[in-house]
């Protein structure tokens, strides 16, 4: 079981409501970085709009800066988030992760888009807090009340230590996963073996893509395997894009992190829900007494 401790990741968020408060927000952050001598240059991973706002404000010293548009960053789930945050890390940062970055969420695309949407953003915050823990990272999370609601904004700040009302990241993890899934429909396809080749054929059937049904299908296969010894059959619903798989382990996964961490680093069950959530827009995970749900959906 993982514990709440954290590390030297320093996780920080600031909230504006106009131009003038993001540049008042992100200056001085960048300032702070590019006085720190040995460190790499900051990053600021933003809207293309605020991203002009910065090079104006910079000045001659833009060019001491990185900036990535945000839609370049945040491409998919919020595992995909982590991942390439991680990725980023690995070919960029200084000695123990230092590097100071600026980031705004897409707010226009999946994060915050829905109920649904937000729950799985606020995930990805609290648990940045322990995936980066060892790490000495500097996170500035720029949250714009023009396009992030003040739901969204009230529940990020209970995933940013430099708040007041900051909860740790695995009373929070498990709040968000003590909401019931919704029961499958009572037409729902049933499996014995959920494997790839039957999986995939039903995907096809449903409306997905070909190619879309093969990873679909490698992402049931995989979890499938990594959840052995399974406690029943599967179960299969829905239309592409949003296609089901919803799988039983006879064991509980007792882990806030499973699938988030990278397989050669990670613990069990390891490379296939990493894959899974990598690959799937969702992955909910619920232990109970007999063991584990696991619900994948495509998209």
């Not at 702070?32 to 605020?50: H, Q």
Request: glycine share 8%; proline share 9%; aromatic share 8%.
């Amino acid at each position: 079981m993982t514990t709440g401790q954290l590390g030297p990741f320093d996780h920080r968020m600031a909230v504006f409501d106009s131009d003038d408060g993001f540049v008042a927000a992100a200056l001085p952050f960048l300032g702070e970085a590019l006085g720190t001598s040995g460190e790499p240059p900051p990053v600021a991973i933003a809207a293309p709009r605020n991203l002009d706002l910065l090079r104006d404000a910079l000045g001659s010293g833009a060019k001491d800066v990185t900036c990535i548009p945000h839609t370049d960053w945040y491409t998919g789930s919020a595992a995909n988030a982590v991942a390439q945050a991680a990725a980023y890390l690995n070919a960029h940062a200084g000695p123990g992760g230092r590097i100071h970055l600026v980031m705004e969420p897409v707010w226009s695309g999946r994060a915050g888009r829905s109920a649904r949407e937000t729950t799985e953003w606020i995930r990805y915050e609290a648990l940045a807090n322990l995936l980066f823990a060892p790490l000495s990272t500097t996170a500035l999370c720029a949250y714009d009340t023009r396009t992030a609601g003040p739901a969204v904004i009230a529940a990020a700040r209970r995933a940013h230590p430099d708040t007041e009302v900051y909860e740790d990241p695995l009373r929070l993890a498990a709040e968000l996963d003590a909401v019931p899934l919704p029961l499958p429909p009572a037409g729902a396809r049933t499996l014995a073996e959920p494997h790839a080749a039957a999986v995939q054929s039903w995907a096809v059937g449903r409306g997905l893509p070909a190619a879309d049904a093969e990873l679909f299908a490698a992402a049931v296969a995989e979890t499938a395997a990594s959840l052995a010894p399974l406690g029943g059959a599967a179960l299969l619903w829905g239309e592409a894009p949003a296609c089901v798989c919803e799988l039983r382990s006879a064991r509980r996964l007792d882990d806030p992190l499973a699938g988030f961490v990278p397989p050669a680093a990670g613990p069990e069950p390891g490379p296939g829900l990493w894959y899974a959530r990598q690959v799937c827009a969702y992955v909910d995970i619920r232990d109970d007494a007999a063991g584990a749900t696991v619900r994948l959906q495509y998209a």
